[in-house]
């Protein structure tokens, strides 16, 4: 395959890598109960905190809970709502408090406050008191892992709002994980199999981490053997042994450019190393020999035959067999070297064109070997085409086609399909072919004896 020069093309615009802005509060509800512990509501109610609190209505939590605002959902006895932090996790930093609810109901209203690494398994921390901004800071219980998400569950049904009324729900700007990086778009152009390009080369804006990916080494990328869309990734390192590592995906488009740096050309490197495009006449010509082999040593003779010039027909070839150049004479099938019109052309050898056959057959006489056939010298060049065994009806009993006789080990044994047949007249018939030589056809009868 030849190689593909590479074009290495980021679909993005020219900004740097920089991070979300902190985002402090829940983000998204994962779980909810509503315990009917308040038979006059069907599931969870609240208000907008901008009217009378006490006028409430049904709600969805997810727009009354969420983000900074001033709306409240309240959480009757048994009721409970999870809430997940899924753009900033919530981590113990250092001397401050870590978690915060607001709850703006009375202050005779409580619920339990858990909290998950995973948002599957949760851990109690504390209780939720009412009309105040409930702080907790992990450090005070002992939690050193991360807080995903957290699990309010009601513990009243009174008030002129029933239950507990939660408004906002965030962590600490300091005390979040950071979850939500943002590897901005950066454009390259690449059209080299061989560059690297250093990644390093691109802004981080105080987000350090390190690059990995397919053709990513020690933050630098090869794009050589890579095709179409590669995801490159950024691993930020939030600088807390607590949070987890922070990894953004950022897409790499590669194109090919053909090996004269066109983008899709059409040339490619041929079998003799040179860059063309397939409909250039030399394409993969310019090496070959006269036999058409990559870099061959063939070579065309002073009689204009290509060989190779180690071969000891080359520059012979036009030479007859007497030396004469372009001469008549050629090797006769007896390898003597004649005239075709030489009245003794062939005719030195007859053992080479002639056969002969019994017409007697005694499969267990003294002297047979058991099997009926052409007899021959060893050097007969005949080609038997046929040679056939006939009962007196007519019925083949015994067949042999297509096969040179020097090639033939088996002839008729007087069975057919196994059984031995009755002494009586048999009928045989046979084709040969010789090059250069008239075929030899004959049918005759054979006597069987027992």
Not at 69 to 87: C, G, M, Q
Not at 350 to 363: A, S
Request: proline share 6%; net charge negative.
């Amino acid at each position: 395959m030849p190689k593909l020069k590479l074009y290495l093309y980021y679909l993005l615009t020219a900004l740097p890598v920089i991070a979300s802005a902190q985002i402090e509060f829940a983000d998204e509800v994962i779980d909810q109960f509503y315990s009917n512990a308040n038979p006059n509501f069907s599931d969870f109610y609240g208000n907008n905190g901008t009217t009378d609190l006490c006028n409430v209505y049904l709600v969805d939590i997810t727009d009354f809970i969420l983000g900074n605002n001033d709306s409240l959902v309240a959480i009757t006895e048994n009721s409970f709502i999870t809430l997940a932090f899924t753009d900033n996790l919530v981590f113990d930093a250092e001397d401050q408090d870590d978690l915060f609810i607001e709850e703006i109901g009375g202050g005779q209203e409580f619920g339990e406050l858990f909290v998950s690494p995973d948002g599957i398994n949760f851990t109690f921390l504390d209780m939720i008191n009412g009309a105040t901004l409930n702080s907790f800071d992990l450090n005070d219980y002992a939690y050193d892992d991360v807080v995903k998400a957290i699990r309010i569950v009601g513990g009243n049904t009174g008030g002129c709002i029933p239950g507990l009324d939660i408004s906002r729900v965030f962590g600490v700007e300091g005390a979040n994980c950071f979850c939500g990086a943002e590897l901005a778009p950066f454009p390259f152009e690449l059209c080299n199999q061989d560059t690297v390009v250093s990644l390093e080369s691109i802004p981080q804006q105080g987000t350090p981490g390190k690059w990995i990916g397919p053709g990513v080494e020690d933050n630098f990328f090869n794009p050589l053997g890579l095709e179409g869309t590669i995801t490159l990734q950024y691993l930020v390192n939030d600088g807390h042994p607590v949070c987890p590592v922070d990894t953004v995906d950022y897409q790499v488009t590669l194109s090919t450019c053909d090996c004269a740096g066109v983008l899709n050309g059409l040339a490619t490197v041929d079998d003799c190393g040179l860059c063309l495009e397939s409909s250039d006449p030399q394409f993969n010509l310019s090496c070959l020999d006269c036999a058409g082999v990559l870099n061959g040593p063939s070579l065309i003779d002073t009689c204009g035959v290509c060989l190779d010039p180690l071969d000891p027909e080359f520059g012979m070839s036009c030479f007859d067999c007497m030396g004469i150049p372009e001469g008549p004479h050629i090797i006769d099938l007896c390898g003597d070297c004649l005239l075709a019109t030489d009245p003794l052309f062939n005719q030195s050898c007859p053992e080479r064109f002639r056969v002969y056959i019994p017409t007697i057959f005694n499969p267990g006489g003294i002297g047979s070997d058991g099997s009926f056939g052409l007899q021959y010298d060893p050097d007969n060049i005949g080609h038997l085409e046929r040679f056939e065994v006939y009962d007196r009806w007519g019925s083949l009993l015994f067949q042999i086609q297509d096969t040179p006789l020097r090639e033939v080990t088996l002839w008729w044994d007087g069975r057919f399909r196994g059984s031995e047949l009755e002494s009586g007249a048999y009928s045989y018939q046979y084709h040969i072919t010789y090059p250069e030589l008239a075929a030899d056809i004959s049918v005759g009868t054979l006597i069987l004896i027992k």
